[in-house]
């Protein structure tokens, strides 16, 4: 074997693709020194320019160390299936595996044959032996423990179900929701951003026009003092909520403050409440500073009242280790941001830090009670799934998790995305990846304790870029995303332990399974009773690549005409984003070129819908739209406020006529907005990404009290309709 060839070879082993199809069909493999680099992130003792030697004894070491192993790391098994699996004992000594169940009470495994010849690792003879499970053990986490005479051993045992069932409701019969990003969509009483009252509250008014699910935008924890990271989806935490979206008026312990502080708290607030009519970008770092001011006074309150210290301690149990240390990470950064010096903080400073810590889990505390009662409030107005909330694909490299979980992560990848056709530079989220390895280690215990939170008063879960559950693509760090590579994860473990805690949950799975993948992946997902999201925009045949007919759309998906990657519809139709990405230097083409490409596939895309009848009764009822929109210069198609509404609520019927579980409307597009929420492949120094409030087609900043007097609010809810 060459040197390459061993290269290849250990990054073949330790999860890593070699080679990946990108969006233009053509096959691409990373260069060496991306395998080199990467195989380094993990760990491997390798340098720079590996001799055959050095690769060859890693590669032998990688065989002893499973040839050597008790147990697996962790097994995973299906509801209703036997799982085989092997064990390592001195050769010649007997071999014991049982299981303790979730319940206490215990079962054996069975032995099969395995004629596999003993190994000789350094001097000791080991053997190997098969055991399965029986088929009937019930879903949970349970454990298993090998006893020989000279060892003893035990590691996870995850039985999960064949298929989620909590899905299946809605494919026989659908059901319609909203879309919104929570911090754009602020009320009379907000603090200049949106908060867990404010979801409640826009949750009945959606549910008054038919709703039966409010899905937001992830409300993972950010930095504990400003200045906050403004993206949902790079977050300091993906277990812990971010308590900017604490309602500090709707804190019990608010209506017990003296006369004089809480004046000074409204006195606080009033500036903040102000922006609450302006459509300029919000700005966290102000509206943070206010509330953690007023929450620390609240906090002080809630310690003198025993029975909500009982509440709070009995949180603080069920959260256990994983809440104590995040409190411990946030005091630590707050104390760190505040004084620079920390030598200098010598007197009090334990007490300090150990009451700062209390404070942050407080913190915790009252978001996981405003989020309660955010969702109690969605289903009683009627919501047949209520709050679905959103799970980035992973977190900021300086956040809490990166620092808690740092054995589980690994610090000198990226995340990202390959260079594409929308974003041709390729995409680094600078979030570092979950180590597969160290990840089946821990018995997926970090992955099952964040998703118990994200589930938690929720009718349901959109998982971004589930497709990570199958493979991610890494990027040195500090790499250029062309440089990346794929590292291949257990899916079935992955989305098995999904899905066991969402069927725990009654919850229902949404996943964002959109971008470069097998096209196996989504039958996985289907036969897991996943569901997948479809956007009109991306959908096609795969035979002549025309625009999918509505009757084609997938049973078990969520179906929408854009997401919060793409501009409201309004603001798509007009090229704003072709506008944004040229001006960024994100683009070779030119404006015109991107448009007019852009403009062939909408057209097709509307014809399609018009020919089902989504836009019978309005001024587009009989247009070719290729005749219409398809122009040599490349200039996009001006359209009246009234036709652009047309367009909109002819999309949203088009998409309500698919035999999709879930349709989804997007608050923007209700209100005619066409301001970019996010631009993919860009930073806060390029674009407000993530701080647009919601507003009108004029700009106007729109609170959740103007919902239901807008006419085309009405009109797209209508449309929106299922049956």
């Known amino acids: 074997m060459t040197n390459a060839d061993l290269i290849h070879a250990l990054a073949t082993t330790h999860g890593f693709g070699l080679h990946y199809q990108a969006s233009n069909g053509l096959v691409t493999q990373p260069p060496q ?50 799982k085989h699996f092997n064990v390592h004992v001195h050769d010649g000594h007997p071999a014991h595996v049982w299981i303790r169940l979730e319940d206490g009470t215990s079962r054996d495994a069975h032995q099969d044959e395995n004629w596999t010849p003993p190994l000789n690792v350094n001097g000791t003879t080991w053997g190997e032996a098969t055991f399965h499970i ?23 045992l995850i039985v999960v179900p064949k298929r989620l069932t909590t ?82 008026e709707q804190v019990p312990e608010f209506a017990s403050l003296d006369e004089a502080t809480r004046q000074e708290a409204l006195i606080l607030a009033a500036p903040l409440k102000d922006t609450n009519r302006s459509a300029a970008p ?134 990202g995305a390959p260079p594409d056709q929308f974003t041709q530079q390729g995409q680094d989220w600078s979030q570092p990846p979950w180590n597969p390895q160290a990840l089946a280690n821990a018995g997926y215990a970090p992955w099952r304790d964040l998703l118990r939170t994200v589930l938690r008063h929720s009718g349901g879960i959109r998982v971004d870029h589930i497709l990570g559950m ?52 989504q039958d996985v997902l289907r036969d897991k009773g996943l569901l997948g999201t479809s956007v009109v925009w991306f959908e096609s045949t795969p035979a002549s690549g025309a625009p999918l007919p509505q009757n084609q759309y997938r049973h078990l998906a969520l179906s929408s005409v854009g997401t919060h990657d793409l501009p409201p519809t309004a603001g798509y139709l007009q090229g704003a984003h072709n506008e944004l990405r040229a001006k960024l230097g994100l683009v070779t083409e ?33 247009t070719d739209f290729i005749h219409l929109m398809v122009r040599e210069a490349g200039e996009p198609v001006e359209f009246s406020a009234e036709q652009l509404a047309e367009l909109i609520v002819g999309l949203n019927r088009f998409i309500a006529g698919t035999p999709s579980a879930l349709t989804c409307i997007n608050l923007v597009d209700m209100v005619g907005d ?10 806060s120094t390029q674009y407000k990404n993530w701080c647009i409030p919601l507003a009108d087609a004029t700009a106007t900043a729109v609170t959740i009290e103007d919902l239901s007097d807008m006419e085309l609010f009405r009109r797209v809810a209508r449309a929106a309709q299922r049956g």
């Open 33 to 82: 020194k991306t395998f080199i680099t990467l195989l380094q992130a993990l760990g491997l003792p390798l340098s720079s320019k590996p001799t055959d030697e050095e690769i060859e004894t890693l590669l032998q070491q990688h065989r002893e160390d499973t040839a050597t192993a008790a147990l697996p790391p962790c097994v995973v098994a299906t509801a209703g299936e036997e």
């Open 590 to 622: 030119s404006v015109d070129t991107l448009n007019a490409a852009d403009a062939a596939w909408h057209a097709a895309v509307l014809n399609e819908a018009r020919a089902t009848g989504s836009f019978a009764h309005t001024s587009f009822a009989e």
């Open 167 to 248: 899905n299946d409701e809605y494919i026989h019969n659908p059901a319609y929701g909203v879309m919104a990003q929570l911090y754009s969509v602020r009320s009379q009483h907000s603090w200049g951003i949106g908060d867990f009252h404010d979801l409640a509250l826009l949750a009945e008014t959606v549910a008054a026009e038919g709703a039966d699910y409010l899905l937001i935008n992830p409300v993972h924890a950010a930095q504990p003092i400003p200045p906050v990271e403004d993206s949902p989806y790079l977050p300091a935490s993906r277990r812990f909520v971010n308590p900017l979206y604490i309602a500090v």
């Open 134 to 156: 029986p088929g009937d053990l019930p879903t949970g986490w349970h454990t298993l423990h090998l006893e020989s005479d000279n060892l003893t051993a035990s590691c996870t």
């Open 470 to 521: 199958f493979r991610l693509f890494w990027i040195p760090r500090m790499g250029h995303p062309a440089e990346g590579a794929y590292m291949n994860y257990d899916h079935e473990a992955m989305l098995g332990v999904l899905a066991l805690e969402a069927q725990r949950a009654g919850a229902i799975v949404v996943g964002e399974d959109m971008g470069t993948f097998e096209p196996w992946v």
């Open 282 to 415: 919000i700005e966290r770092n102000p509206i943070y500073e206010a509330k953690l001011a007023v929450l620390r006074e609240l906090y002080y309150l809630a310690e003198a009242d025993h029975t909500r210290t009982a509440h709070f301690e009995a949180f603080l149990n069920d959260e256990g280790k994983g809440l104590q240390e995040f409190g411990t990470w946030c005091a630590e950064t707050a104390l760190l941001g505040r004084e620079p010096d920390s030598t200098a903080r010598h007197i009090d400073s334990k007490q300090e830090h150990a009451d700062l810590a209390r404070f942050y889990m407080w913190l915790q505390f009252i978001a996981d009670e405003q989020r309660r009662i955010a969702h109690e409030r969605a289903r009683a107005a009627g919501m047949r799934i209520g709050i679905v909330t959103d799970l980035a694909v992973g977190v900021h490299p300086g956040g809490a998790d990166a620092h808690n979980l740092a054995e589980s992560l690994v610090a000198q990848a990226s995340v």
């Open 674 to 683: 066409t301001r970019i929420q996010n631009q993919p492949g860009t930073n």
